[in-house]
């Protein structure tokens, strides 16, 4: 497993945390931002993350992993690489996440959903009604980054390569917006 100190060293390598005034996906705004895509540019970086994560569910029987397309395409595959299972990502189509492109889930197979970082698992939870309206089983969710604050809730286990506190704050109460400062919008979504 990894440590802490070596993720967090991987994360700083990789620059992986951005300081500034940003408008995260969820509408809120945080004075750190971390673009987690940074790390897949290193495939030896990203398969050590991802066997951590397989290795946190091991002895799961999953069949597959599915991610929410962008964040979580690249560690969908690495962890299933890892686990000898099939990789999916899911979708948005008119503002609805969907499987597409062919993918299927045979109903009664044994799911892991993953994403690159979870703030409120907004996401993942859209993921995992997709995995469950297709008959999938899901059985846990892994991410690199918790920065959900303990938020994140979901009914499966949840396991992540690192915990992160950042602070974030509706628009209105944004300290950064009150000194004159514009969010910018760094996802991948709304840029």
């Known amino acids: 497993m990894l440590t802490k100190k070596r993720v967090n060293g991987i994360l700083e390598k990789t620059g992986v945390l951005l300081t500034g005034h940003f408008q995260l996906t969820s509408g809120k705004h945080s004075n750190k931002y971390l673009q987690c895509a940074k790390v897949f540019q290193h495939p030896d970086i990203s398969a050590e993350i991802s066997k951590d994560l397989a290795e946190k569910y091991d002895g799961y029987d999953i069949d597959i992993v599915i991610g929410p397309a962008v964040g979580g395409i690249i560690l969908a595959y690495e962890v299933a ?5 099939r990789a999916l990502f899911a979708e948005r189509e008119n503002g609805i996440m969907t499987l597409r492109r062919g993918f299927e889930i045979q109903p009664g197979s044994k799911v892991l959903v993953v994403e690159d970082v979870i703030t409120t698992g907004g996401s993942v939870k859209e993921v995992i009604d997709v995995v469950r309206s297709a008959g999938g089983e899901v059985v846990g969710v892994a991410a690199v980054v918790d920065r959900s604050g303990g938020k994140a809730i979901f009914d499966v286990p949840f396991k ?28 991948s979504r709304n840029i």
């Open 81 to 85: 690489r890892q686990l000898e299972v």
């Open 160 to 187: 992540s390569a690192i915990k992160i506190d950042i602070e974030v704050f509706e628009p209105g109460d944004c300290p950064m917006c009150k000194s004159g400062s514009k969010a910018v919008k760094p996802g």
